[in-house]
């Protein structure tokens, strides 16, 4: 459970994002930029709208975990998308420890002033599967190792010209 301390910095972590958008927008309205404040609007909704199929999974810890992603790895930024509404309930703990190992992993092999973006996409697959495929850019240091480690701790890697990881996993 999360401490009220805990709670404050998430929420001011949250507001703070907002505020960024919202000023985003302001400057584009006051500059009467019509394309980049319609572009601007659309991402937040389409944000807001993951966000909201990702806090109603059913997996608490996941979620959050993904939710404070982006403040407590200062070297990576990551999107997710949900493909569809899905009940991630039954695997929370073990989708946060899979997502906590992958980082670990990663981190022995990333650049000290390299941000590495992100994209996730979970799904589900043939037979109720659970689909997550992790798309990253940035330069990896040994790639081959990093490669080699994520398929020795069950994730399929695929690594393209050292800066371009894929990483897929399932779990039944």
Known sequence: ??????IIALLRHKRHDWMNQIQLIQGY?????QAPLLSQIKEVIEEA?????????????????????NWVHKAYRIRYY????????????QLKAYGKRMIEIMDGH???EELYEGR????????????????WEGYFQEPEGLKEK????????TI?????????????
């Open 160 to 172: 393209f010209e050292s800066k371009e990881l894929s990483i897929e996993m399932t779990i039944e």
């Open 1 to 6: 459970m999360m401490e009220e301390k805990e």
């Open 150 to 157: 994520l398929n020795d701790q069950g994730f399929i890697a």
């Open 120 to 135: 996730l996409t979970i799904y589900v697959g043939g037979q109720d599967t659970l689909g997550l495929s992790w798309e």
């Open 110 to 112: 990333i650049g000290n």
């Open 49 to 69: 709208e993951e966000e909201r199929k990702l806090l109603n999974s059913g997996a608490d810890e996941f979620s959050l975990w993904l939710l404070t992603f």
């Open 82 to 93: 949900l493909r569809n509404e899905v009940d991630l309930s039954r695997h929370d703990i």
């Open 29 to 33: 309205a006051s500059l009467g930029k």
